[in-house]
């Protein structure tokens, strides 16, 4: 089987740091990805790690640990624009051996002032 | 500017009728995803295709739902007869090739289509 786990709900203040975590179990896995959904809107690609380490893009970080099937992400200087919804996603290879992307149940941020 | 474009954007339909739900891919792209997206159970996949062919739909309920590419630049989900449960946003997401050379899996949504079964 497969799955992600990530917190449903976190709450942070502006201008602090805030990391979200992610678990996940899967055979043939590549890689895991982020991304961003504003209410109402289309989830939008943050950032992907493929290989151990952190990938730094402006405030957002992301780390993946491929031993330990985890990672997170990293928001920093928090801004109010940033409360949203953020999923993680694991490429990995699908039962009839092609590669897929399946997503986390999203962690829902709430800045607040 | 390319983008992925879904239609329609809302509807609202009875008990037992049919759905039709179309997505335009970006151009070149080809991987197409369908996803469902609902507050208890997230972003599910439904069904995914390269190159126009079906690759996996295990995700979708088979009596009632399909998923087609009848071309590289339309993919579809239908829903017949569709039910209040499938009430939820569908999502379309386009992508280059996932086993190329430095892939991401970076995926492009959709606005999203929102029914509503009543």
């Known amino acids: 089987g497969q799955s992600l786990e990530q917190p449903s709900e976190v709450t942070a203040v502006e201008g602090a740091i805030v990391q979200i975590n992610c678990t996940y179990q899967?055979?043939?896995?590549?890689?895991l990805s982020w991304y961003q959904q504003h209410d109402g809107g289309a989830p939008t690609f943050l950032s992907y790690?493929?290989?151990?380490g952190l990938e730094e893009t402006g405030r957002f970080s992301s780390f993946l640990s491929r031993s330990d099937s985890y990672g997170y992400l990293l928001l920093q200087e928090l801004q109010m624009k940033d409360s949203a919804s953020y999923f993680c996603?694991?490429?990995?290879?699908?039962?009839?051996?092609?590669?897929?992307?399946?997503f986390g149940i999203g962690t829902k941020l709430q800045v607040i002032p | 500017d390319a983008r992925v474009t879904q239609t329609p954007r809302h509807k609202v339909t009875e008990m037992g009728q049919e759905v039709t739900m179309r997505c335009q891919p970006i151009?070149?792209?080809?991987?197409v995803f369908w996803y469902r997206q609902t507050m208890m159970q997230g972003l599910e996949l439904l069904a995914y295709?390269?190159?126009?062919?079906?690759?996996?739909d295990s995700g979708m309920p088979k009596d009632r739902f399909s998923a087609e590419m009848p071309d590289a630049t339309l993919a579809t989900l239908k829903i017949q007869p569709s039910e209040p449960r499938d009430s939820a946003v569908y999502f379309c997401?386009?992508?280059?090739?996932?086993?190329?050379?430095?892939?991401?899996?970076?995926?492009?949504f959709g606005e999203g289509s929102r029914l509503t079964v009543l």
């Open positions: 996603a694991v490429r990995d290879r699908g039962s009839g051996g092609y590669q897929k992307v399946t």
């Open positions: 899967t055979s043939g896995f590549y890689g």
């Open positions: 790690n493929g290989l151990d």
């Open positions: 997401a386009s992508g280059p090739h996932l086993g190329g050379t430095g892939a991401t899996g970076e995926l492009f």
């Open positions: 151009l070149g792209h080809n991987t």
């Open positions: 295709f390269r190159n126009r062919a079906p690759l996996d």
